[in-house]
């Protein structure tokens, strides 16, 4: 069969890294829902808020996007501040990454998203911390 996004041949690899016809967007959002379903499991009523915070407004740094997170956790690492949680789910056999080990692809996406929204979210006055899963067909 064929990609509904390139129109080019699908395959299990391609299903995993194209971001048209492909399912990047909703494995995210899967493994999001779950990360926060967690959270609000291990944490009082109303500490969880599963609406992606915005950290960053458009236009409040100038030639800056706006800047969301996936959800924020009040009182996860210290009493009333708040920590705010961004997800990755990274493909460790995509040939971007054929040269590093797991640990390596992950810890790589999880550096990367601290140095995107770690800052930020300091600037905000929250915690941050990335979630980052890799997936295996």
Do not use: M
Not at 13 to 42: I, K, M, Y
Not at 64 to 72: K, N
Not at 107 to 129: I, L, N, P, V, W
Request: glycine residues 8%; aromatic residues 6%; hydrophobic residues 35%.
């Amino acid at each position: 069969s064929r990609c509904e996004g390139y129109g080019g041949r699908w395959s299990l690899q391609h299903a995993l890294n194209c971001p048209v016809g492909g399912l990047p967007t909703l494995r995210h959002d899967e493994v999001n829902r779950t990360w926060a379903s967690l959270a609000a499991e291990a944490y009082p009523a109303g500490a969880v808020h599963a609406k992606e915070p915005i950290i960053r407004e458009e236009g409040e740094v100038q030639g800056c996007p706006v800047l969301r997170e996936d959800f924020q956790v009040r009182g996860a690492y210290a009493p009333q501040r708040l920590a705010i949680f961004d997800t990755r789910v990274i493909n460790p056999h995509a040939a971007s990454r054929e040269k590093v080990t797991w640990t390596q692809a992950l810890k790589a996406a999880a550096e990367e998203k601290k140095r995107k929204h770690g800052q930020a979210s300091a600037d905000r006055g929250c915690d941050f911390t990335p979630l980052v899963s890799a997936v295996d067909g």
